[in-house]
C-alpha cells in the first residue's frame, strides 16, 4: 500500500504585545489630544489590543491560512481555509517533498485523508480514510480533537494574553497590508506549560533531545486587529510560518459521504482479525 504516513503539521498561531507609553500628543496648537492610529494603539496597548484583536477574530467565520516551514527534519507546505464555527472545520492541501499533494479535512474530532487515486481499488474503492480522533484519543489516553480545535487563532489570541516578556518590534507589511510585529522567546518549561499533560513528557524529551532550549513566537497584527502572520521557531527542531488571508470569506467544509469513506479503525480491526486467525 503505497498510500503512507504524510506528514501534516498543523501549528497554529500565537499573538503578543507589549509597552506602555502615552500617545496624546497636540496638533496645530490645539489643546485637543491627537487621537492615536490603531498602528500605535498596537504599539503601545498591550492587553486592549490583544482583547480587541481576540474578539475582532472570533467575530470572524473563516479564515484562508497558508502554512510553509520544517519540524523534525521534515518540509511542511500547506495551505487551505478554516470554517471558524462549532465544531471547527477545515480542509488542507498539504504537499510533500516529492510534490505529490493530499487533501486533509477535519470536521471537530473526525479527520478524513484523502486517498490516493491509484490507492483506492486496493480499498474497496472509497476516496476518504476516516479517523476518529476522539475514539484514538480515549484509547490513548489523550484528547486530540482539543488540540486540533487549537488551531482557531482566537484560542492562541487568548492563550498567548497572559504571556510575559513579549516586545514589540516595529511595523511592518505583510502580504500588502501594514501590520504590527510582536515577539516572545518563551523558555522550554514555561512552553511545555501550554502542551497537553498527556503529551507534555513525550514532547519535552524530544525537544530536549533536539537540543530545544526556548521557544521564539511571533505574531503580526493588522488595523482591523486580525493576526495576518505567526511564526514559530523551535531551534534545531525546526520553524513554521503561517499567513492568514480572506478573514470572513464564505468556505463550505462538507463531511465526506459514507459510501466514500473507509473506517481506519474498522480496517485496523479487520487486520488485527486476520492476524489473530493465523
Not at 484583536?53 to 518540509?75: L, W
Request: hydrophobic share 35%; with cysteine.
Amino acid at each position: 500500500m503505497s498510500f503512507g504516513k504524510k506528514s501534516v503539521a498543523v501549528a497554529v498561531s500565537a499573538l503578543t504585545a507589549l509597552a506602555v507609553s502615552a500617545c496624546g500628543t497636540t496638533s496645530g496648537g490645539s489643546s485637543e489630544p491627537k487621537q492615536p492610529s490603531v498602528l500605535e494603539l498596537l504599539a503601545s496597548d498591550l492587553k486592549g489590543s490583544l482583547q480587541k484583536t481576540s474578539e475582532a477574530t472570533n467575530k470572524s467565520d473563516s479564515v484562508t491560512v497558508s502554512m510553509t516551514g520544517n519540524a523534525g527534519g521534515e518540509k511542511v507546505e500547506m495551505r487551505g481555509v478554516l470554517d471558524l464555527g462549532d465544531p471547527v472545520k477545515a480542509e488542507m492541501t498539504t504537499t510533500d517533498p516529492k510534490g505529490d499533494s493530499t487533501v486533509v479535512r477535519m470536521v471537530g474530532a473526525v479527520i478524513y485523508v484523502e486517498i490516493p487515486a491509484e490507492d483506492r481499488a486496493s480499498m474497496d474503492g472509497k476516496r476518504w480514510m476516516k479517523m476518529d480522533l476522539d475514539e484514538a484519543g480515549k484509547q490513548a489516553g489523550m484528547n486530540f480533537g482539543q488540540q486540533f480545535e487549537d488551531i482557531d487563532p482566537t484560542k492562541q489570541v487568548k492563550t498567548l494574553l497572559a504571556t510575559e516578556g513579549t516586545k514589540v518590534v516595529g511595523q511592518e507589511t505583510v502580504n500588502g497590508a501594514a501590520t504590527v510585529h510582536y515577539t516572545v522567546n518563551t523558555p522550554l518549561a514555561t512552553h511545555l506549560e501550554q502542551v497537553d499533560a498527556k503529551l507534555r513528557a513525550g514532547v519535552e524529551q524530544q525537544m530536549t533531545k533536539m537540543g530545544v532550549k526556548e521557544i521564539t513566537t511571533d505574531l503580526w497584527v493588522d488595523e482591523q486587529y486580525r493576526p495576518r502572520r505567526a511564526a514559530l521557531k523551535m531551534g534545531p527542531l525546526g520553524e513554521l510560518v503561517m499567513d492568514y488571508t480572506d478573514y470572513g470569506k464564505a468556505v463550505t467544509v462538507e463531511t465526506p459521504p459514507t459510501a466514500e469513506t473507509l473506517d481506519f479503525a474498522e480496517m485496523l480491526k479487520g487486520l488485527q482479525g486476520l492476524t489473530a486467525g493465523n
